[in-house]
């Protein structure tokens, strides 16, 4: 059977990365693929415990090298657990957040060395890398205003600050001009409607499905 392909979406605090990886999942299987639909933190049992001790709580609550492990243990129970298998059973796997947003908050956000983040980026996802991630760029005050009108306990990162948020705007686009033809950069301030057709043609093309 052939392996499937992983899909990634990054981006900043409400930059509507949730509705274009459900609206990209749709598109995938009515083209008749199977599709697992996933998230970091996240994807698996253990990993959705981490989660709450990432999301939730004072902003000063870790050390920013725990944080980094935090997530890469995350990750590591993710992609043993879930996303290999599923790629290995042909399974395309759309992940809303994967080890492109260790680099930019942990590293880029909160500092961490640059070696640092990819050694243990490289322990977390055990050898597991997107065919293509999609970057939803979106300007850090519109952003922040989307993700705060949401009633969320989840928002420890959102309370990060300006300043953080400006970092990881500029990570993301870093990270796709550093690796164009992994990367695309899609603008998201538009209609859903604009950026999911956008979204399907970058796919189609990137892939030649
Ligand atoms: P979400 O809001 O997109 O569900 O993601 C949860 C938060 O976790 C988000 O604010 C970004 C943060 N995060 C990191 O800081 N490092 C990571 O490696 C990942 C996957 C997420």
């Known amino acids: 059977m052939a392996h499937g392909r992983f899909i990634t979406f990054e981006g900043g ?8 990886v459900e609206r990209l999942g749709e598109r995938l299987r009515a083209d008749g693929h199977d599709v697992l639909i996933t ?26 090298v725990s944080e980094l492990l935090l997530h890469n243990a995350a990750r590591h129970e993710h992609v043993c657990k879930t996303i290999a298998p599923a790629l290995a059973a042909g399974v ?9 947003s260790t680099v930019a908050y942990q590293g ?6 640059r070696d640092t983040v990819a050694r243990i980026n490289a322990l977390g996802a055990n050898g597991v890398s997107p ?4 970057i939803l760029d979106l300007a850090v005050a519109d952003g922040l205003a989307r993700a705060g009108g949401r009633a969320d306990v989840e928002d420890r990162y959102e ?9 990881i ?7 796709a001009r550093a690796e164009p033809d992994r990367c695309a950069v899609i603008a998201a301030a538009g209609d859903a409607d604009q950026i999911a057709a956008q979204v399907w043609d ?8």
């Open 13 to 20: 605090e409400g930059a509507g990365k949730s509705t274009q």
């Open 39 to 64: 998230r970091e933190p996240g994807g698996a049992p253990g990993a959705l415990e981490i989660r709450r001790l990432l999301v939730e709580g004072a902003v000063e609550r870790w050390e920013p």
């Open 92 to 100: 395309w796997v759309v992940c809303d957040r994967f080890a492109d």
């Open 108 to 113: 880029y956000g909160q500092g961490v060395a």
């Open 131 to 134: 065919d293509l991630t999609i």
């Open 159 to 167: 309370r990060m600050g300006a300043d953080f948020h400006e970092r």
């Open 169 to 175: 705007r500029a990570a993301f686009l870093d990270i």
């Open 202 to 209: 970058t796919v189609r093309t990137r892939l030649s499905i």
